[in-house]
């Protein structure tokens, strides 16, 4: 007589329950993170300012916060920005660069306006660099580039304590 043998259930039911854990794995959410994409064509040199932000996989692109957005090569609408593709803002060839006070927030690239009389014209400037104090005592400080013929009423009001710094739209 032929004897049947026990199923083997315990090998079954471990089966199912990796199948269960694979299939759950699989089909559990990923985490996602914004990252900023390019919403216009940009040539090299020039500074980045109409960004997309996008849900992308955790860790698919390096994250660029506080980095210059000037492009280092020319850049198509829709490419992510990398650290590779993003270089340091630039002055304008013949423009002279002082230290001033500037809002925490500005990033490099920002341009301003740089009023050095209440009644005059003022000054166009770029952010070039900045400077956050550690312990958050002081103001925060800016590297910015000034075309050299308001250069000298830009340092001079800074000197005076009467400098006033606007941001440009865009």
Request: zero cysteines; aromatic letters at 6%; hydrophobic letters at 50%.
């Amino acid at each position: 007589m032929y004897w049947v043998r026990r199923p083997p259930i315990g090998r079954w039911l471990a089966a199912v329950l990796l199948i269960a854990v694979g299939l759950v794995s699989d089909l559990r959410a990923q985490p996602t993170s914004e990252h900023p994409f390019l919403g216009t064509d940009v040539a090299a040199g020039d500074v980045i300012t109409d960004l997309e932000w996008r849900r992308v996989p955790a860790g698919m692109f390096p994250v660029v916060d506080g980095l210059g957005l000037v492009a280092r090569v020319d850049l198509k609408a829709g490419s992510p920005l990398i650290p590779e593709v993003l270089g340091s803002v630039a002055a304008p060839a013949g423009w002279w660069s002082l230290v001033i006070e500037v809002p925490s927030f500005l990033a490099p690239g920002t341009r301003l306006a740089l009023l050095h009389e209440l009644d005059g014209e003022p000054v166009e400037g770029i952010l070039l660099a900045t400077s956050r104090d550690e312990l958050a005592y002081g103001p925060s400080t800016g590297l910015v580039a000034v075309a050299p013929e308001g250069a000298t009423a830009v340092a001079r009001a800074n000197l005076e304590d009467t400098l006033v710094v606007l941001l440009l739209p865009g």
